[in-house]
């Protein structure tokens, strides 16, 4: 089956630029999605279609790719974007997530 | 995008059965695919289970095939996930969530809005 694969954690300052790869065989062929989900909410689309943000997503999230690594990067972090992101695709109209990745802002 | 309310989650046995709503609202229903997705304790998203608007077609993870039957009342607004055999590795809170497209898996289809889960315990 496929898989995509993430990060576990990531830690960053508030301020800087958190980074989250994903990455996954053949992913270059496909579109990525990625989900911000905090404890005791659903989970939220912030990125669709590789790199579109979704009204009301803030500028600073952004996705960027490089062969079979997509990355979605968190520009000048702050506290409230502490969440667990989820990275998904599809492979034969089976959606596929990462496992996530915890994004502490110390 | 629309409105998800989840109901129906609980305690069940081992080989037990249950059966999850997802009454829906602000939109279109028929027009979109609908998708289950369960996160266990600890443990990242899995995407289970979705049907198209119409209906007719259902697409399942391979972990929950020939156990879970997934299914749509478009005249009641409402998505259901039957639960069949269950185990203790299907301990989760589970999602509905509305894809952005009428077939749902399609390359450019993703999860525009998400219910606020239900908790799905399997224990004796």
């Known amino acids: 089956s496929y898989e995509l694969t993430q990060p576990p954690s990531v830690s960053v300052f508030p301020g800087q630029t958190a980074t989250i790869p994903c990455s996954g065989d053949r992913l270059q062929e496909k579109y990525t999605y990625w989900y911000q989900h905090k404890p005791g909410q659903s989970p939220v689309v912030i990125i669709f279609?590789?790199?579109q943000r979704p009204a009301g997503i803030p500028e600073r999230f952004s996705a960027s790719r490089d062969g079979d690594t997509v990355t979605l990067t968190i520009s000048g972090t702050q506290p409230m974007d502490e969440a667990d992101y989820h990275c998904q695709a599809w492979d034969s109209s089976t959606g596929v997530f990462g496992a996530g990745t915890k994004l502490t802002v110390l | 995008e629309g409105q998800l309310l989840e109901t129906g989650g609980g305690l069940v046995q081992p080989g037990g059965s249950l059966r999850l709503s997802c009454t829906a609202s602000g939109f279109t229903f028929d027009s979109y695919g609908m998708t289950w997705v369960r996160q266990a304790p600890g443990k990242g998203l899995e995407w289970v289970a979705a049907v198209s608007g119409s209906g007719v077609t259902t697409y399942y993870a391979d972990s929950v095939k020939g156990r879970f039957t997934i299914s749509r009342d478009n005249s009641r607004n409402t998505l259901f996930l039957q639960m069949r055999g269950v185990r203790a590795d299907d301990t989760a809170v589970y999602y509905c969530?509305?894809?952005?497209?009428?077939?749902?898996?399609?390359?450019?289809?993703?999860?525009?809005?998400w219910g606020q889960g239900s908790l799905v315990t399997v224990s004796s």
């Open positions: 279609q590789e790199t």
């Open positions: 969530a509305k894809n952005a497209r009428i077939e749902p898996g399609a390359d450019l289809d993703w999860f525009d809005s």
